[in-house]
Structure formats: C-alpha cells, structure tokens
C-alpha cells in the first residue's frame, strides 16, 4: 500500500524559517519527489522537486534562493528547509511522488501519481 505522509508544518512570523518531510513508502520505485502548495481560493502551484537518482532541482522562482528540496534515499524521504518565509508563502503545502522519468520538468499537478493529505504553513507579517 502506499503512503506519503508530511509532517512539519505550522505557524510562524515573516523572516522565519520551516522544515517540511515527505515520507514515502509503498511504491515500486520513486523517479521525483515534490512539494506543491495551494493557498485559499487558488489552484495548487509547484514549489520545487528533486531527481531521485541524480538528486537535479528544480524550483519555482517564487522560492529559488529561499528553499532548499534535499533527500535520503535510504530512508525515502525529501525534505523542504524553507528560509525567509513571506506572508504569500501561506498555504496547504503537499507532497507529491512519480514512479515513472518522463523526458520534462514536472512541474504539472498531473506529473505525479501519489500525493500526501498536506500539511498547513501559515507565515504572518
């Protein structure tokens, strides 16, 4: 069965810095790992996904510079340090898992085939 489970959010002033974990059991093999956030009223945007085997990041430019996406392969887990969090960074944020490369950056809500329950993080000026 598989499971990807977030743990680690919360609430926190401007300026101030989180850690979100993604664990993901269950599947045959895992390609990418990811983080998606969906604010109130707005459609779930990509934040930023890690290669599996070559360990490549992609982020979206709302968070380069601010967060970092790591992982352990041994524990199969990805990480999420977000730094200098801002008011707009308020959202549910979910973690996302594809099995299967694909020959693009997965940045599509439809790259990927398992999905977390989601974690809040709320960031106040």
């Known amino acids: 069965q598989v499971h990807v489970v977030e743990s680690g959010g919360g609430s926190v002033q401007a300026g101030d810095s989180l850690r979100l974990s993604c664990a993901a059991s269950g599947m045959t093999r895992i390609d990418v790992m990811a983080w998606f956030r969906q604010a109130p009223g707005k459609e779930r945007e990509f934040v930023a996904r890690i290669a599996w085997v070559f360990s490549g990041t992609y982020y979206d430019h709302s968070v380069k510079g601010r967060f970092i996406l790591s992982k352990d392969e041994a524990e199969n887990t990805a990480s999420l340090q977000m730094n200098d969090l801002k008011p707009t960074d308020t959202a549910v944020y979910y973690c996302?898992?594809?099995?299967?490369?694909?020959?693009?950056?997965?940045?599509?809500?439809?790259?990927?085939?398992?999905w977390g329950q989601g974690t809040q993080v709320t960031v106040s000026s």
């Open positions: 996302a898992v594809r099995e299967r490369p694909t020959d693009h950056i997965e940045t599509n809500v439809e790259d990927y085939e398992y």
